[in-house]
C-alpha cells in the first residue's frame, strides 16, 4: 500500500509562511493527495487536495512535485490558530485504504 | 446544518459489553466512514460505505459491525467489547469516495474496562 512520510513536529512564528512536507514515493496515478488538521479535542478538518497540479483555497496551498512523488503544503501566513496536526493522505483504489500516517505536529510560536 | 453527528460523546464500557455508535450527516453525502484513533497515533479506518446498500472493511475491522441504515446514518456495533478497543472513535462522510471532502464528526471517547 502506498504509504506517506512526514516530519514528525515543526515550528513556526506567527505570522510566517509554514511549508510542510510529504513524500509518497510510491504513490500511484489515480491517488490523490489530501491535507486534513486536527486540533486538539477535534475531528479532523479537511484542508486542501489535489491530484497533479498545484492548487490553492483560502485556507493554503498544495504544492505537487512533477513527479508526484511528494507534495507540500504552504500556509501562507501561520495563525496561533494553525497549531495542530497535519495529516498527509493518499485516497487510493477509488476510496479503498485510506490510511492517515502519525502527521506533522505544527506548533505556532507568537 | 448539523454536518456529521455522533452519539454518545462518552461511554465507559465493561468487557464483553455490547454497544452501538451512532453516526447521522445531513449533507446528502454518499460515503460514510468509521475511523478509531488511538493515544498519539493517526486515525485508521475501520469500516466505510461507499454508497446506501453496500459496506467494505478498511484497515482494522476485527471486533465491529456496521450497518448503513439509510442515506444518512451509519452505525458501528461492539458485539463483545475488549480493553484493546478503547479509543476515540470519528465518523465521516463524503460525496463520494476518493478525491472529494470528508467531513469529520466531534468523535466518541470510548473506554473498556
Known amino acids: 500500500d502506498a504509504k506517506t512520510t512526514q516530519p514528525n513536529s515543526m515550528e513556526s512564528n506567527e505570522e510566517e509562511p509554514v511549508h510542510l512536507p510529504c513524500n509518497h514515493s510510491t504513490i500511484s496515478g489515480t491517488d490523490y493527495i489530501h491535507w486534513y488538521r486536527q486540533l486538539p479535542s477535534q475531528g479532523p478538518e479537511y484542508v486542501i487536495h489535489?491530484?497533479?497540479s498545484n492548487v490553492n483555497n483560502r485556507m493554503a496551498s498544495l504544492a505537487i512535485a512533477e513527479d508526484r512523488k511528494s507534495s507540500t503544503l504552504i500556509l501562507h501566513r501561520a495563525t496561533l490558530r494553525d497549531a495542530a496536526v497535519y495529516y498527509c493522505i493518499l485516497l487510493f483504489n477509488y476510496g479503498q485504504n485510506f490510511v492517515f500516517g502519525p502527521g506533522t505536529r505544527l506548533s505556532v510560536l507568537p | 446544518n448539523a454536518g456529521v453527528t455522533q452519539t454518545p460523546k462518552f461511554q465507559v464500557l465493561k468487557t464483553g459489553q455490547s454497544m452501538t455508535l451512532q453516526c447521522a450527516q445531513d449533507m446528502n453525502h454518499n460515503s460514510m466512514y468509521w475511523y478509531r484513533q488511538d493515544p498519539g497515533m493517526g486515525l485508521r479506518l475501520i469500516y466505510y460505505s461507499a454508497s446506501e446498500g453496500t459496506t467494505d472493511k478498511g484497515e482494522v475491522p476485527n471486533g465491529y459491525n456496521v450497518s448503513r441504515l439509510n442515506k444518512r446514518e451509519f452505525s458501528l456495533r461492539l458485539e463483545s467489547a475488549a480493553p484493546s478497543q478503547t479509543s476515540v472513535y470519528f465518523c465521516a462522510s463524503s460525496k463520494r469516495l476518493a478525491g472529494t471532502e470528508q467531513f469529520f464528526g466531534p468523535g466518541t471517547r470510548l473506554t473498556v474496562l
Open positions: 489535489g491530484l497533479t
